[in-house]
């Protein structure tokens, strides 16, 4: 998810100042423990909308207190964020930590990938658990993206769970299939058989 469109989505509904987009953007994905929005995220973001010309800021008095700095969206931030919504996502599955303990630990003499696998598998277990109560808490239809956004990744964990499954399988078969070392060769040039040596191994 990209922050800086969800931020430009966030300001197509209304113009908020930045603690407010800070705000919804947590309430969206389920509160700071999902996706903790840092404020100098926030505004740093703001700024390089601003210089590119996708939302514009006004400064709103209030009485009692500081002003405040309200940024909206613009005409070109609508037209970047209608062709946000209608593009694809390319996921980025195969940048997989998981992956690279299981394979570096195939080439690792004191490193077990079996355990690597066990030990993710009790991991993605308690985080389907975790992600299971907090979905099924979820108040509908106020929280329905956040019970939307806690189904995925509770897809995602039972997907991942399969695969380790497979990668189990995969070893397996490794096991009953290993591959023969190939004898060692011998190294430099080979012995030339002289006339003597032939005598020699006949007696003559």
């Not at 897809?155 to 397996?172: F, K, S």
Request: charged residues 35%.
């Amino acid at each position: 998810m990209s922050v800086r469109n969800a931020m430009l989505a966030l300001l197509a509904q209304r113009a908020r100042h930045g603690y407010e987009l800070r705000d919804a953007f947590e309430a969206l994905v389920g509160g700071r423990a999902v996706w903790d929005l840092k404020s100098a995220q926030v505004y740093t973001t703001l700024a390089r909308l601003e210089e590119a010309g996708l939302v514009v800021q006004s400064v709103t008095r209030r009485v009692g207190g500081p002003d405040q700095r309200v940024y909206g969206i613009t005409d070109a931030g609508r037209e970047e964020l209608d062709g946000w919504y209608s593009s694809g996502v390319h996921p980025m599955h195969h940048r997989d930590e998981v992956f690279l303990k299981i394979a570096l630990a195939l080439g690792d003499e004191e490193a077990r990938p079996e355990t690597v696998i066990r030990e993710q598998r009790k991991t993605l277990y308690r985080d389907l658990h975790e992600l299971t109560a907090r979905r099924n808490g979820c108040q509908r239809p106020r929280e329905l993206a956040q019970a939307m956004l806690l189904d995925k990744a509770i897809m995602h964990i039972e997907a991942d769970l399969r695969w380790l499954e497979m990668a189990e399988a995969r070893l397996r078969e490794m096991a009953r299939h290993a591959v023969p070392e190939l004898p060692e060769r011998r190294r430099g040039r080979p012995r030339v058989r002289t006339e003597e040596a032939e005598n020699d191994r006949d007696g003559r």
